[in-house]
């Protein structure tokens, strides 16, 4: 508890600064920490209901079993309704999931059965999240082109069968190392490395093609790497930014598997879903692009372990670098360049590099601690 409460006046000092930030959420959640373990589900963003259920949107979420979908999940069903999003993929859900609003298997691979879940769910909204991520995908580029490449066309084709509006992340991972690092722009040369970046840059390609050929409803984000507490990261590059603050709670002990000087585009998940909800909310006439850049901050694995040790003085951290992980950092952006994204649907985020510390430092020590609890 002692290390609860430090977080905490931490906490209450950040939400000076930046009122939005999710910390000040987290003293109510704390408050009420013995009556019930929901309270943690709980946080999240505060968007108010839409007006009218004709307004709302009805979403279907694949790849929803992942770092993102459960909390995107959260996130639409505050705004548009629990039965009006629909969670899918190809795993069995944890109960909390399964007992929390509509989850359905959906194999994006199987296209008819895909078409049959638009067509009796009157879906309107469809996230595409399934994806193999960069260091599992170079692990298994036959299984990543079958679920990235030819998953995303079935998405395409009965998104644009269906009148669907479709929102496909993409990635730091489309660019290479013939782009621009620092920061990487919107347009520019795009030679990614990886069968994920590959894939990636031909999912922005075919969906602005679907858009400018058939009208389709394409909306593409490139997001960083995302911080989050409450799930584990699918294996990106990136999973080391995560994984530090669960060593850190837990062992004092990290052993980091990039080089400590090591910079990437970061963003901590309620700014990344938050960007997702506002970005698909948009008036179709305000894009002036169909693929956007968000940023928020870069940081090194050094610049991390630094901000942690303020809270967690005794963490020790070695490096043990992969190579594979390593070469792929290396030709990513160090910082993306997003002010059509700010210019446009008015995007801004809302955490720091000292936000986000204290944000998944709290959450991860009162989950542990509810865990115990229950
Ligand atoms: N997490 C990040 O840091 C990050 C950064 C940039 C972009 N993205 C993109 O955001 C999306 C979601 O990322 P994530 O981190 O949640 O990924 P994740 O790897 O954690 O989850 C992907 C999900 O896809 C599911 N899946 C795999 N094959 C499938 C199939 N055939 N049919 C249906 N589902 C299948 C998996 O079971 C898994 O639950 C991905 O498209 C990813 O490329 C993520």
Redesign the pocket.
């Known amino acids: 508890m002692m290390l609860v409460m430090q977080l905490l006046r931490g906490a209450v000092k950040h939400a000076g600064s930046s009122p939005q930030c999710s910390v000040e959420r987290l003293i109510s959640a704390v408050r009420g920490i013995s009556s019930s373990s929901q309270r943690l589900s709980d946080l999240g963003g505060t968007h108010p209901p839409s007006s009218t259920d004709s307004d709302r949107p009805k979403v279907l979420i694949?790849?929803g079993?992942?770092?993102?979908?459960v909390g995107l999940a959260k996130l639409l069903r505050r705004r548009f309704g629990k039965n009006n999003v629909i969670l899918s993929?190809?795993?069995k859900p944890p109960n909390h999931v399964y007992h929390n609003g509509p989850f359905i298997f959906?194999?994006?691979?199987d296209y008819k059965n895909l078409r049959e879940i638009v067509v009796n769910n009157n879906i309107s909204w469809l996230v595409h999240?399934?994806?193999?991520?960069s260091a599992v995908g170079e692990n298994n580029v036959a299984l990543a082109k079958e679920?990235n490449i030819t998953?995303l066309h079935n998405i395409l084709d009965i998104a644009t069968e269906h009148g669907l509006r479709v929102f496909v992340?993409s990635?730091i991972g489309a660019f290479g190392p013939s782009s621009p690092r620092d920061p990487t722009p919107e347009l520019c040369v795009q030679r990614p490395r990886t069968i994920y970046g590959v894939s990636k840059v031909h999912a922005e390609l075919m969906g602005e093609y679907y858009n400018h050929r058939y009208g389709l409803d394409f909306r593409c984000l490139r997001?960083p790497?995302?911080i989050s507490a409450d799930s584990q990261?699918?294996?990106?590059t990136?999973d080391y930014a995560v994984q530090i603050f669960h060593a850190a709670v837990k062992t004092g002990c990290f052993e980091c598997n990039l080089r400590s000087d090591t910079q990437l585009p970061m963003m901590y998940i309620d700014d990344c879903l938050r960007a997702t909800l506002e970005f698909m909310e948009a008036p179709a006439d305000t894009l002036v692009s169909r693929t956007y850049n968000i940023n928020s901050m870069s940081f090194t694995p050094q610049e991390l372990i630094q901000e942690i040790q303020k809270v967690l003085p005794d963490l020790k951290v070695t490096y043990n670098v992969d190579p594979v992980r390593q070469a792929i950092a290396d030709g990513w952006p160090m910082a993306l360049e997003d002010s059509a994204a700010r210019r446009d649907w008015g995007w801004k985020h809302e955490c720091d590099l000292s936000e986000l510390v204290h944000s998944m430092l709290t959450r991860i020590t009162l989950g542990n601690q509810l865990a115990q609890a229950y």
Not at 65 to 69: A, K
Not at 233 to 236: A, L
């Open positions: 694949t790849g079993l992942g770092q993102l979908g993929d190809i795993r959906s194999d994006i691979l999240y399934s994806a193999v991520l679920v998953g992340p990635t997001y790497g995302i990261p699918g294996g990106g990136t």
